[in-house]
């Protein structure tokens, strides 16, 4: 490969769904973030957004006839994406795709932009092909911007894997949402505390973590905005208010109509199991925007399986049919 975009259609009119094709917006990303002032020296190695390290993503959904189709694909190494299936039976036009990066991980140096559009009543499930695993840094930094735009009722589930952060590793990733009043978007973020089983100073070890998320309506109203900004070295996160003694974090996002977020709050809890080392709780997201889900486990697989639940509750209340039985592949 030669580092070029590879597009396999412009059938999409992004312009029209917010985007304009920003193959360049988390190199701006990281410019401009005041908690990355710090870190803004040249790897010795291969400088920053250089070919290879500068990876772009763009895909386009659109309804066709009984399903929903890939209609536009653009991409630049490292990120790939696999060809789109459909292995649900109750929801056939529900399209699957997994995300990929040929690298397997995140350099200092990064950076990762992807966009993602879905047409009206378009309906996709994306993931991620594994945990994303941001390394040890030792000059600069690795930066991600997701732009996800949903047109009038279609219905998006981005669930990736877990990211995790190494020892030293300093990563900011900025997602910005725009929604049609009508539209779904079920968005999961699973952090876990680095490799906490390789090297006791792997726990809670990276230097900084930046995540934020901005949802808008099509018209530019702000409907929410939220930002964490972790830096273990300057506050300790086992402390009351913050990680106590949990180690995984979970955060679900459900941007839909007040209708289906009514019947999904009611079919969910709060709890603190401190013996079971779970706890979770949902509250609504201002301006009618949904709900926001919190979830602190011990271990991945409890804060995966919590998400998995209120997963199969949402698709339920906003589609109408069940959640499969997990695939032998997922």
């Known amino acids: 490969m030669d580092g070029r975009a590879q597009t396999q259609s412009t059938a999409l009119a992004f312009p029209a769904l917010g985007f304009v094709g920003d193959r360049n917006a988390a190199i701006r990303l990281g410019r401009e973030a005041s908690e990355l002032a710090a870190f803004q020296d040249e790897p010795a190695q291969m400088a920053s957004a250089a070919i290879g390290k500068n990876g772009f993503l763009r895909l386009g959904f659109e309804r ?13 190494i490292p990120a790939l994406a696999q060809r789109t299936l459909y ?19 995140l350099l200092q140096g ?46 998006l589930e981005l669930l990736p894997e877990p990211l995790i952060p190494h020892r030293r590793a300093r990563f900011i990733s900025e997602t910005r949402i725009q929604l049609a009043d ?37 018209d ?20 009351t208010g ?15 109509p007040p209708a289906v977020a009514d019947r999904v709050d009611a079919r969910i809890g709060a709890a603190v199991d401190q013996v079971g080392g779970l706890a979770f709780g949902a509250c609504r997201l201002p301006n009618d925007a949904g709900l926001i889900i919190k979830v602190l486990a011990r271990e991945t697989e409890q804060v995966k399986a919590k998400l998995h ?3 199969a509750i949402v ?13 032998f592949w997922r």
Not at 315 to 327: I, V, Y
């Open 315 to 327: 698709r339920e209340e906003a589609t109408g049919t069940a959640l499969s039985p997990p695939f």
């Open 242 to 256: 913050v990680m106590d003694g949990f180690d995984v974090f979970g955060n679900l996002m459900l941007l839909t």
């Open 182 to 218: 009508s539209a779904t978007l079920l968005y999961a973020e699973i952090l876990q505390p680095g490799r906490k089983h390789h090297h006791p100073d792997e726990c809670f070890g990276a230097t900084l973590l930046s995540l934020a998320t901005t949802a808008t309506r099509p």
């Open 220 to 239: 530019g109203r702000l409907l929410f905005s939220e930002k964490l900004v972790i830096e273990p070295e300057r506050q300790a996160l086992r402390q």
């Open 309 to 311: 639940e209120y997963w």
């Open 64 to 76: 066709r006839g009984p399903r929903t189709i890939l209609a536009e694909l653009d991409r630049r």
């Open 87 to 105: 292995p649900e039976q109750a929801l056939p036009d529900l399209a699957w795709l997994f995300m990929i990066t040929t690298t397997g991980c």
């Open 110 to 155: 990064d950076r990762m932009a992807l966009e993602i559009g879905l047409g009206p009543q378009a309906r996709a499930h994306i993931t991620t092909q594994s945990a994303t695993k941001v390394h040890s840094m030792d000059a600069n930094y690795a930066a991600q911007t997701q732009q996800i735009a949903l047109a009038e009722d279609a219905y």
